[in-house]
């Protein structure tokens, strides 16, 4: 399923490609995030033009609405969002982490509450996979649970050996034809426990793994370090997914630690917050000095709203709230994380990585805002989430 194309030679960055029943993902690769199969402000036909090859769902969340009985008659997910290629789907166990307030975690599973009425709902391994399988997803995640950053030590191992119990049940849960399965290594910041959880996932032999308990509010150096205490003891020849992450210079320096995939909701959530990513950090389109600025949001940026629009009249659109204003800067945010992601991959296969590691980290200024932004509680609210973890 994955073939490992190149290693670099400065780093533990990795050309790679990644093939589904669906199509063939190049990697370094960035998921579009669209819990409830729909990436919020864009459309299928954007994100294909843009060069998305995989988007993500979410388990959890198409579980509630529009419920499986829809998904099932309209053909599977891919036909009902009219979605063409791979999609990943999140086995809910990171609502497990984030709706905290609302669950509570038994042997077998987990017992919810609806966020929108209250109903309850039970959401374990063998629910996880079966919901998947009826979605019909490319990639299913294994059913886990993820502990909150700072937990205490007992916590971090019950979730752990919860994590590769469920797990072993995940593996023997019925599939969609062509469906694979992906672990996910839970430890928090516990050198033993990521070892632990990673050895025992790889003996299941599942298709690729997942790193999780990142972006769960850790400083960037701890979720530096759970990659880098994770990393060493998943193969090689399998696929590496970071969750929920995260910034692009965060993005140029989890592939040289070595990872493959990711997935965060920060491009679109900040596109309606009036930011724009570029190259070089982030811009507040909706700041005054940009009211007679008639360039486009980022200069050299090839996306339909920079090749159209000014950052002149994208602001005058966020201020007097018209739609049109953030579905551009979503466009731009988008294109500008998917083509960050080629970039790496053009790099990789000419040995330049390195150097391009070197000068895009150095020239990238990220915002207090908007690393507050990665942090906060918000990015697993209910009415959007990434895999977060």
Same mark, same amino acid.
């Given at each position: 399923?994955? *073939? ?25 690769? /960035? ?9 919020? @402000?864009?459309?299928?036909? *954007?994100? !294909? ?6 988007? !993500? ?5 198409? +579980? ?22 791979? #999609? ?8 497990? +982490? ?17 966020? !929108? ?25 294994? +059913? ?10 007992? $916590? ?10 469920? @797990? ?15 672990? #996910? ?7 033993? !426990? ?14 690729? %793994?997942?790193?999780? &308990? ?21 193969? $090689?020849?399998?696929?590496? %997914?970071?969750?929920?992450? &995260?910034?692009? @210079? ?15 909701? =920060? ?30 949001? $980022? ?9 159209? /629009? ?13 739609? =049109?204003? =953030?579905?551009? =800067? ?28 070197? $000068? +895009? ?29």
């Amino acid at each position: 399923m994955f *073939e490992l194309l190149k290693k670099d030679s400065s780093s533990k960055a990795r050309l790679g490609r990644l093939t589904t029943a669906r199509g063939v993902i190049d990697t370094p690769s /960035f998921m579009m995030v669209g819990t409830q199969a729909s990436v919020k @402000a864009l459309d299928p036909r *954007e994100m !294909l033009e843009m060069g998305a090859q995989i988007i !993500l769902g979410n388990t959890y969340h198409l +579980f509630i609405r529009p419920g499986l009985e829809i998904i099932r008659a309209a053909g599977g997910l891919h036909r009902f969002m009219n979605w063409p290629l791979p #999609i990943l789907t999140d086995s809910g166990g990171f609502q497990v +982490f984030s709706l905290a307030k609302i669950r509570k975690i038994k042997p077998h599973g987990v017992e919810f509450r609806s966020h !929108l009425d209250g109903s309850p709902i039970f959401l374990g391994p063998k629910e996880a996979m079966e919901i998947q399988r009826i979605l019909g997803s490319d990639i299913a995640m294994a +059913f886990d649970e993820c502990p909150p950053h700072g937990c205490p030590p007992r $916590e971090a191992r019950l979730a752990v050996e919860r994590t590769i119990r469920w @797990a072993g049940e995940c593996r023997e849960q019925p599939r969609a034809d062509g469906q694979a399965v992906f672990g #996910i290594v839970q430890g928090g910041d516990d050198a033993a !426990l990521r070892e632990q959880c990673a050895q025992a996932l790889v003996a299941m032999d599942f298709d690729g %793994y997942a790193i999780g &308990g990142v972006s769960v509010g850790e400083p960037e150096a701890e979720m530096m370090k759970a990659i880098e205490l994770t990393e060493p003891f998943l193969p $090689e020849h399998k696929a590496r %997914y970071a969750m929920g992450l &995260g910034t692009p @210079a965060q993005l140029v320096e989890l592939v040289a630690r070595g990872v493959d995939m990711f997935d965060c909701v =920060l491009p679109t959530r900040v596109a309606r917050n009036g930011t724009a990513f570029t190259r070089f950090g982030t811009i507040s389109i909706k700041g005054g000095f940009n009211k007679a600025d008639f360039r486009p949001i $980022e200069e050299g940026c090839d996306c339909f709203a920079c090749r159209q /629009f000014t950052r002149a009249y994208l602001r005058h659109l966020l201020n007097v709230n018209e739609i =049109l204003g =953030l579905r551009m =800067l979503s466009v731009h945010n988008s294109h500008m994380y998917l083509r960050l992601m080629a970039d790496m991959r053009a790099h990789l296969a000419a040995d330049t990585f390195g150097a391009f590691r070197q $000068e +895009f980290v150095a020239g990238y200024v990220p915002t207090q805002k908007v690393l507050a932004m990665r942090k906060s509680k918000r990015l697993s609210d209910a009415g959007e989430s990434g895999s977060g973890a």
